[in-house]
């Protein structure tokens, strides 16, 4: 077999082949085909498409181009949900307990990363004690006994994806349907998803920017995951503004413990009743989805999930005392209002900007070096339809330095007042 017919093949809008898709990918691993053919190829992919079956073939393949992790000796179904990005996302925290509430296997490998915030681990250690340095035995003991349990991410996973999205960051194909469907789709099922949940993001603070991209995205996936045997769901939601009013470390973990009681932000709670009820059913403990979200809504009343948190953050070393007191998670020493320069409604509140200004106070990674402050963030009282006074707060910042002026620039360059305005539509649709 030889790269260059592959190359030409895919060119001219055939289909490849089970076995050329799987030479490229190997060879590619092991630097027997070179950057500048691989580039080319993805450059025939990005304007050629690829057929469902190339698709699957292509996500397996690079699952296949690394180790697996096995989650065979923990009992029921792992169902994982993954999000394509947004700012202030904090459903994972909602989602593990709530779900694990219900019995559903929550064995949760998550990494660090940068972005603007942390990542979920980042954000659990903002709790006093809590640690995911444990072994793997004590991980899959953990997830039997009480159904959730999370983990540093570790080993070798999809070292095919690390290499292809490189290239495809630096010869402008990243932004190609079936190489971004089955990027994040390899990644999934190395780590040993039975079943997947996606949230596709749409919005300014996505990589999708419409939502009709959104859903083509999110259908890519789904059909990829059902064709290789994992059963998938997707919702699309709308990530224009940040979710939620939380956009910080600490500050996330009082709001997941708010919308554990009940008393979270509407969005944010929406959206994680959206994707539990996906979790929920996939993980057959409901017949429909009303009925898994009926158990969701149940175990939020009834106060079980807030309990599983708790049992969660102490199983993990943690001070769960934190539940019944947030003003014992990490407090920045500075509280500054923003307040609005105008009256009217808000109209635009750009929501990677946003989390920009987040990270330039200090809560999340521009690199693997960066320190993070947990404690600091932005919480928003105002959020896209709402009216608002002029002088009256917009957001308030938690700082740990007195002068914060380069974030205040940031946010008043990306927030918007006009006279009308509406709230967006926060779920797109569901595939
Ligand atoms: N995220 C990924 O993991 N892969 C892509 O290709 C794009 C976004
Ligand atoms: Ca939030």
């Known amino acids: 077999m030889r790269m260059v017919d592959i190359i030409e093949k895919k060119r001219d809008g055939k289909e490849l082949a089970t076995e050329e898709i799987r030479f490229v990918i190997d060879g590619y691993t092991n630097g027997q085909i070179p950057d500048y053919q691989v580039s080319a190829l993805a450059m025939a992919i990005f304007f050629r498409d690829m057929t469902a079956r190339e698709r699957a073939d292509l996500t397996m393949a690079m699952v296949e181009s690394g180790e697996t992790i096995d989650l065979s000796a923990i009992e029921g179904i792992k169902v994982d949900k993954h999000s394509t990005g947004g700012v202030g996302d904090t459903t994972t925290l909602v989602l593990a307990p709530l779900v694990a509430a219900l019995d559903i296997p929550v064995a949760k490998m998550s990494g660090r990363g940068l972005g603007h915030t942390g990542g979920t ?12 340095e444990i072994t793997k035995d004590e991980f899959v003991k953990l997830v039997n006994e009480h159904k959730i349990a999370v983990i540093g991410q570790s080993g070798n996973l999809t070292p095919a994806d690390k290499k292809l999205y490189a290239l495809r960051d630096v010869t402008a194909t990243v932004n190609s349907i079936p190489l971004i469907a089955s990027s994040i789709m390899s990644k999934k099922i190395a780590a040993g998803a039975d079943a997947i949940v996606l949230d596709v993001k749409t919005g300014a603070g996505a990589f999708m920017k419409t939502a009709e991209e959104a859903v083509e995205l999110a259908k890519a996936m789904v059909s990829i995951g059902n064709n290789v045997g994992r059963k998938t769901m997707a919702v699309i939601s709308d990530m224009s503004q940040p979710l939620g009013f939380a956009i910080g470390n600490s500050l996330e973990v009082q709001e997941a413990i708010d919308t554990l009681k009940g008393q979270g932000p509407q969005d944010l709670e929406e959206l994680c009743l959206a994707l539990g009820r996906q979790m929920v059913y996939l993980a057959q403990k409901a017949d429909s989805l009303e009925e898994a979200e009926e158990k969701l809504k149940e175990a939020i009343r009834s106060g079980r999930a807030l309990e599983k948190f708790k049992e969660f953050i102490a199983n993990q070393g943690g001070d769960p005392s934190v539940v019944d007191h947030p003003e014992r998670l990490p407090q920045a020493a500075y509280r500054i209002e923003v307040p609005a320069r105008q009256g009217g409604v808000v109209a635009e509140m750009v929501a990677d ?11 999340g990674r521009a690199t693997k070096e960066s320190e993070i402050d947990l404690a600091v963030g932005i919480m928003l009282n105002k959020k896209i339809g709402d009216s608002v006074q002029v002088g009256e707060s917009l957001m308030t910042i ?3 330095r007195e002068n914060v002026d380069e974030v205040l620039e940031k946010i008043y360059a990306n927030v918007r007042i006009a006279e009308h305005a509406e709230a967006p539509v926060l779920l797109h649709g569901v595939v």
């Open 353 to 363: 900007e946003i989390g920009t200004a987040a990270m330039l106070l200090g809560a």
């Open 398 to 400: 938690h700082a740990n």
């Open 121 to 132: 681990i980042d954000k659990l250690e903002s709790i006093a004690g809590f640690h995911v």
